[in-house]
């Protein structure tokens, strides 16, 4: 089977047939909650648990759910996914973080359990920077002016069946965050989306990542837990639905720039203010690294800017339809 099918199987609610009654079974370390692996093969329906080296494998039908063991790495039919905190061994027991099971792997595994997603037809499509901020530079242009043909891109597909559209930037215009919260939040019963592309000071980083905020107690990626992560987002409402639309979208991603051989960074999650007050399910996207000599010349590309435009799309059709399966 292609990674095509194989990742349109774990966005389908093939899923929502694994759920048992099972119940996961918790284990405290240092104060902090897990579940065991074996509780989590139950209650999802699983029939195979296998161990190869670090690296420890669920199986059924065409489903595939992997942990690496003592990495922050999960990958359900190959998409990856980084996690609140490593995979655990102790008393011959591998364990993961409640929260990545409740906040990740559960809203993935069972969308039908997403009960504030709602059915929607309002896109809130975000293109990072414009006006006095650039955003990344390069030689070939900025991330700005690639952010909002990316954006148009987007906005006419998505009209053109029908959605209502709504662009925090049409121009090379510079809000603030709290202006593109602000106009996100005007509308109920919308997604929001929010489109980048990358830069870094090591030119060999490259590939695409997706990004939701972090849940309540979980640190932005690349730190570690401050205080105030502690604190509730109003995107936090949302933890579930993010989840399952970074998805939904990164999935479709992933599978079109694979031809471009672009690789996948994966779906991760940061404090990023734009994403903290959305109400609405919102993901802010990174289309590839400005920075990288090779991945800049495919950003300057319109097939390529097509492509990123088109795999949003694509994947915003893929969540409505398993929201309006799970409506059924």
Do not use: W
């Not at 490593?86 to 008393?91: N, P, R, T």
């Not at 672009?262 to 919102?282: C, E, M, Q, T, Y």
């Amino acid at each position: 089977m292609s990674k095509l099918a194989l990742t349109l199987v774990l966005f389908t609610f093939l899923f929502s047939m694994l759920a048992s009654q099972a119940a996961l079974e918790t284990k405290s370390i240092s104060g902090k909650s897990f579940i065991t692996l074996r509780s989590i093969k139950s209650h999802y329906g699983f029939l195979k648990m296998s161990l190869s080296e670090n690296k420890i494998t669920l199986r059924k039908d065409k489903v595939k759910l992997e942990f690496i063991i003592g990495s922050g790495l999960c990958y359900m039919n190959g998409l990856k996914f980084s996690l609140s905190s490593a995979v655990k061994s102790s008393g011959g027991r591998y364990l993961v973080s409640d929260i990545d099971v409740s906040t990740m792997i559960d809203p993935v595994l069972k969308p039908t359990f997403i009960s504030t997603a709602k059915s929607f037809n309002t896109v809130i499509i975000d293109a990072g920077h414009g006006g006095k901020d650039a955003g990344a530079v390069n030689r070939l242009g900025t991330e700005a002016g690639y952010n909002l043909k990316v954006a148009r891109t987007l906005q006419a597909g998505l009209k053109s069946k029908g959605f209502k559209v709504v662009m925090t930037r049409e121009t090379d215009k510079y809000l603030t965050l709290g202006q593109r919260v602000a106009i996100a939040n005007r509308y109920p019963n919308a997604i929001f989306i929010s489109i980048h592309f990358n830069a870094a000071s090591n030119t060999l980083a490259k590939g695409i990542e997706t990004f939701v905020l972090s849940p309540v107690g979980v640190a932005g990626y690349g730190r570690g837990v401050k205080s105030s992560d502690y604190k509730t987002r109003s995107g936090n409402h949302q933890d579930s639905a993010n989840i399952a639309l970074a998805t939904a979208i990164h999935g479709r991603m992933k599978e079109r720039v694979d031809k471009y051989k672009v690789p996948d960074r994966g779906i991760k999650r940061a404090r990023f203010s734009v994403l903290s007050g959305i109400k609405n399910p919102a993901i802010l996207i990174e289309g590839g690294f400005m920075s990288n000599p090779t991945e800049a010349k495919l950003i300057d590309d319109k097939i390529y800017q097509s492509t990123i435009a088109t795999a949003i799309y694509e994947g915003i059709f893929r969540y409505r339809g398993a929201l309006n399966a799970a409506k059924r």
